[in-house]
């Protein structure tokens, strides 16, 4: 197999969460530049729709919450309506309620866990089926600094992420004999809606370009060619990884 074709997704299907802003969305635009169709889901239809508008006809979009379990059906229904069962799978959808541990509350703490953990194995559990028939297969979770790292402000988040590096271990373990990989990817600091507070404070952003090894932040770019790997024939034999695309902010 030549080079181009291991990163060729032609003929794939991927669906995105999240797909609305950030990475989620970045993550979308490169999937569909490879060659593959792309449904996008979020809960802003403008969002979804600007998307579209910029990827074309191979693009859909799906208004739905991912972590509104009653409705998991109709919306893994929505997602399979326009070109078929994904074949990819990318879970980017993410909230961080940056509750101080002494304030956290049960309504935070439920809402993190429904999007940031529960959200991914459920859906991946409803599309894992029809991948298996098909033999290939491709899950993506987000992990975070906080997989391993405690910031102020990320009890519920920081479990959750912590949670999604051994989420990637049992899926792949489960999944990955029928040609399913399970993979994660952390990123470190972005540009994205999410960590919108952290790059508004010119000197913590500072502050974390200088704790990389590289010595800045990341560019949404930066993001591409992770992505694509592990969306593609590339990662054949990765699965159950964390790949943190930080910089090496983990490696200080």
Not at 10 to 15: D, E, L, N, Q, V
């Amino acid at each position: 197999m030549g080079h181009k074709e291991l990163f060729d997704l032609r003929g794939k299907t991927a669906c995105i969460t999240g797909a609305s802003s950030g990475l989620g969305r970045r993550a979308a635009m490169t999937l569909a530049a490879a060659g593959a169709q792309v449904v996008g889901v979020a809960r802003r239809k403008n969002a979804l729709d600007s998307l579209c508008a910029e990827i074309g006809t191979s693009a859909a979009g799906v208004v739905a919450d991912v972590a509104d379990r009653d409705r998991l059906a109709t919306t893994v229904a929505d997602i399979s309506a326009p070109f078929g069962a994904p074949d990819i799978l990318v879970h980017a959808a993410g909230v961080n309620t940056r509750e101080a541990a002494d304030d956290v509350t049960p309504k935070g703490w439920d809402q993190t866990l429904a999007l940031n953990l529960s959200a991914p194995f459920f859906l991946s559990q409803a599309f894992v089926p029809s991948m298996r028939e098909k033999g290939w297969g491709r899950i993506v979770n987000f992990a975070s600094l906080q997989t391993t790292r405690a910031f102020p402000g990320g009890v519920a988040y920081g479990a959750t992420k912590g949670g999604i590096a051994q989420l990637t271990r049992a899926m792949a373990e489960a999944w990955s004999p029928y040609g399913i990989t399970a993979n994660a990817i952390g990123p470190g600091f972005f540009p994205t809606e999410l960590t919108a507070a952290v790059f508004g404070d010119e000197e913590r952003a500072a502050r974390n370009a200088a704790q990389t090894c590289v010595g800045r932040n990341g560019k949404l770019e930066d993001m591409d060619g992770p992505i694509l790997f592990l969306c593609s024939d590339a990662s054949a034999f990765v699965t159950g990884q964390v790949l943190m695309v930080d910089g090496g902010y983990t490696a200080k």
